[in-house]
C-alpha cells in the first residue's frame, strides 16, 4: 500500500495485546446479535439461538474485559466486568427456572448487558478510532454525551418491552362487550372567546420571541418601547392562554360541580315546575328533572353556535336520555325576552351564563321583566352569570321580586374583575318573588 493511501492504521489503533482482540471479537460478535436477538419473535427457536449466540459472546467479553487492561490494579471496568456477568447469569436463571415475573427479569437484565456492551464500545472507540483521539479521545466530554445517549436508549427500551409485556397478557383475555351507556355532552362553552384567546396567545408569544432573539443577537435594533411592549404581549399571552384553559376546564369538569351548588339552592318538593332560560344543552335543566318525581322541567333556547358547542334542542334531549330523565323535559325555541309562557307558570325558573349574551342593557331589562313575569308568587329563580348581577336586581325588585341575595366567592368575584379588566365578574342571585 502506497503512502497516499491510508491504511487502517491511520483510522484506527491496532495495537492491541494478545488477549484484546479476542475481546473485540467478541464485543463486535455480542453487538452483531443483538439487533437479530431483538426484533425475533421472542420465545420462537431463531430467538433462542441468537440468544445463546449473544449469551456466550457476551460472556466471553466480560470474562476478557478483567484482563485487558495495563493497570496493575482493580478498578472501575472490573466491577463493570463483574456486574455484566451476574446480569447475564440472571437472565439466564430467570429464563431456565421461570420464577414469578421472569419475562420481566430477563428482559431487564438482557438490555442492562447490552446497554454495559455499547457503553463499552463507545469508550473502546474513544480509544482506539484515530478521530475521536484527535478531540481529546477517552478524556472528550463527548464521551459523557454519547454514554448519556446510550443509557436513554436503553433506558426507553425496558420500558417498551416491559410495556409491551403487559398488554401481550392484558390481551390474552377477550374484551368485554361495551355497555350502550354513554356520558352526557354539555359541550365547550364560548368557543369563540376560547378560540380568540388562544389567538392572541400565538400572536403574542411570537411577537415576543422574535423581539427577544432580534434584540439578544443583534439583528435588528429596537428601541426600549418595542421591547417593553412584547414583554408585556408575552405575558398577556401566558394570561390568555390560561384563561382558555380555565374556560376547556370550566365547560367539562367545573360546570358540572357549579350545577350541582347551584340546583343545592332551591328547596325541592319533587313537583315543580321548572324553567330553564338559555338551556343550551341541558346542563342545568337535566339536573333539575333529575330532582323531580311529578313535575317537569322546560328549556329555552335559540341555539347560538357562538355560545356553545354543538348547541341544540336535540343536543338537550340526548342528553336527558342519556340521564335517564327525557321523560320529565321538554324544550322549545324561544327568545327569553319573550318567554312563550302564561304568567306564574313556574314554580322554580334557573339560567346559567345565558342573560349576558343580550349585549342591549334594555333587553337585558326584559329578559329579567320575562322572568319575573313566569314566575308564581312565593317562587324561586337562581340566575348564575359573569357579568350584569347590579341590573337583574335591579330590575327584578321592580317587579315583585324584593327578597334578593347574592352567592358566590367574594375573592374569585374581585380576581376575574381584576384579571379580565371588569368583563368577567362571576357571581349568583337568589331571587324569590313575594307571594
Not at 45 to 55: P, Q, S, T, V
Not at 89 to 94: E, P, V
Not at 99 to 113: A, E, K, Y
Not at 169 to 191: F, L, T
Request: include cysteine; aromatic fraction near 12%; glycine fraction near 10%.
Amino acid at each position: 500500500m502506497s503512502k497516499e493511501d491510508p491504511g487502517m492504521s491511520d483510522f484506527i489503533e491496532l495495537h492491541l495485546s494478545p488477549l484484546g482482540w479476542p475481546h473485540a471479537v467478541a464485543s463486535l460478535a455480542a453487538m452483531a446479535a443483538f439487533f437479530p436477538l431483538m426484533f425475533a419473535r421472542k420465545g420462537s427457536l431463531k430467538h433462542r439461538w441468537w440468544g445463546k449466540f449473544y449469551a456466550i459472546a457476551y460472556a466471553v467479553v466480560c470474562l476478557t474485559g478483567l484482563g485487558i487492561y495495563r493497570l496493575h490494579r482493580f478498578f472501575f471496568p472490573h466491577w463493570l466486568a463483574i456486574g455484566g456477568l451476574a446480569v447475564l447469569g440472571i437472565g439466564y436463571f430467570a429464563v431456565r427456572y421461570k420464577p414469578r415475573g421472569w419475562r420481566v427479569i430477563h428482559i431487564i437484565s438482557m438490555l442492562l448487558s447490552a446497554s454495559n456492551l455499547f457503553g463499552g464500545a463507545i469508550n473502546e472507540a474513544f480509544l482506539h478510532v484515530r478521530a475521536l483521539q484527535a478531540i481529546g479521545g477517552i478524556a472528550s466530554p463527548l464521551v459523557g454525551v454519547a454514554q448519556g445517549i446510550n443509557g436513554d436508549i436503553f433506558l426507553l427500551l425496558i420500558f417498551f418491552y416491559i410495556v409491551t409485556l403487559d398488554l401481550n397478557e392484558w390481551r390474552r383475555y377477550p374484551r368485554a362487550r361495551r355497555v350502550g351507556h354513554k356520558r352526557p355532552d354539555y359541550g365547550i362553552d364560548a368557543p369563540v372567546v376560547i378560540r380568540n384567546l388562544f389567538i392572541v396567545t400565538a400572536s403574542g408569544i411570537a411577537f415576543g420571541i422574535v423581539v427577544s432573539l432580534g434584540s439578544h443577537f443583534g439583528i435588528i435594533h429596537l428601541p426600549l418601547l418595542v421591547i417593553a411592549l412584547a414583554n408585556m404581549a408575552f405575558g398577556t399571552a401566558i394570561l390568555c392562554f390560561a384563561m382558555g384553559l380555565w374556560i376547556l376546564w370550566e365547560s367539562r369538569v367545573g360546570k358540572l360541580r357549579d350545577r350541582d351548588r347551584l340546583l343545592e339552592r332551591i328547596d325541592w318538593s319533587g313537583g315543580e315546575q321548572v324553567l330553564d332560560v338559555g338551556c343550551g344543552r341541558g346542563l342545568i335543566l337535566v339536573g333539575a328533572a333529575k330532582r323531580l318525581r311529578s313535575g317537569k322541567a322546560f328549556g329555552i333556547d335559540i341555539w347560538q353556535a357562538e355560545d356553545l358547542t354543538g348547541n341544540a334542542p336535540d343536543a338537550v334531549l340526548e342528553n336527558a336520555r342519556r340521564e335517564g330523565v327525557d321523560d320529565r323535559v321538554e324544550v322549545r325555541t324561544a327568545d327569553m325576552r319573550q318567554i312563550p309562557f302564561p304568567d306564574g307558570a313556574f314554580d322554580v325558573i334557573l339560567s346559567r351564563a345565558a342573560i349576558h349574551n343580550i349585549y342591549s342593557a334594555g333587553d337585558r331589562a326584559q329578559a329579567i321583566r320575562e322572568i319575573a313575569r313566569v314566575l308564581r308568587p312565593g317562587g324561586q329563580a337562581v340566575i348564575d352569570d359573569i357579568r350584569h348581577h347590579h341590573e337583574y336586581a335591579r330590575v327584578f325588585a321592580q317587579h315583585g321580586c324584593k327578597d334578593l341575595r347574592r352567592d358566590g366567592s367574594l375573592w374569585i368575584y374581585l380576581f376575574f374583575k381584576i384579571v379580565t379588566f371588569g368583563s368577567v365578574r362571576p357571581a349568583t342571585l337568589l331571587v324569590r318573588k313575594s307571594a
